[in-house]
């Protein structure tokens, strides 16, 4: 994480919105614990690290393509064991492009085509250095507009328009990070009450949800017949 970089929930906490942890009271260890805000990943270590760091959250969104969501949030913590160390933007962009690719690759790999996400999260890093000082989440602190932060996040490499709008829901809904118009720019996964995506994920009991609906939606696609030629 980039010096003076507070996390993904940096524009959250300094308008007083949703707070990037929870705090609950575990009796079992008599004394209140830090929960991670983001609930995406299997473990809790996955899982804060999403909640603190921006940088692993987008490589996260990145990864979620033709991957079970579960690893591809998972991947980020994963990719720190790996190196042993925490790891930034200016890590990132650095290392030599056959390790991280190796890193990537190497069972159980990060992704189901682990060197081409590898070259696509090296170039996320490079690109937060060149447009945003290097902190990701400039990416979203400094806009005012919905549709600016949907603008930015369309020009991240793996970000198309669909996965733009839900990282834009999932700022939203998850993180109290709401410039003008964002639910306008991100529907209909800014919407209350839907179960569409990992933006309305929040516990295992959601994903469940949110695995069933996806799971609905393809069957009726595929039970659609072609049009008569």
Not at 8 to 19: D, E, K, V
Not at 71 to 93: C, K, N, T
Request: glycine share 6%; aromatic share 6%; charged share 20%.
């Amino acid at each position: 994480m980039a010096p003076g970089e507070k996390g993904p929930l940096a524009a959250a906490q300094s308008t007083g919105n949703t707070p990037a942890v929870t705090i609950s009271f575990d009796s079992a260890v008599g004394h209140a614990v830090r929960m991670p805000r983001i609930q995406l990943a299997p473990t809790d270590e996955a899982n804060q690290l999403l909640s603190d760091d921006a940088l692993a959250l987008l490589i996260g969104m990145v990864l979620d393509q033709q991957f079970p969501l579960e690893r591809a949030f998972a991947a980020p913590y994963e990719l720190q064991v790996r190196l042993g160390a925490p790891y930034d933007v200016h890590s990132i962009a650095e290392m030599d492009p056959e390790k991280l690719e190796t890193l990537f690759a190497t069972p159980p790999a990060l992704h189901r085509f682990p060197r081409a996400n590898a070259q696509r999260v090296q170039a996320l890093a490079q690109l937060i250095i060149d447009e945003y000082e290097a902190t990701p989440s400039n990416i979203w602190t400094t806009v005012s507009t919905g549709t600016e932060l949907l603008k930015r996040l369309k020009k991240l490499p793996g970000f198309g328009d669909r996965k733009a709008k839900i990282f834009v829901a999932l700022l939203g809904k998850q993180l109290g990070i709401k410039p003008k118009g964002w639910q306008e720019v991100c529907a209909p996964f800014g919407d209350k009450g839907t179960t569409m995506s990992v933006a309305d994920i929040t516990d295992p009991e959601s994903l469940l949800v949110v695995r069933a609906w996806k799971k609905a939606q393809k069957q009726s696609a595929l039970s659609v017949e072609p049009a008569e030629e």
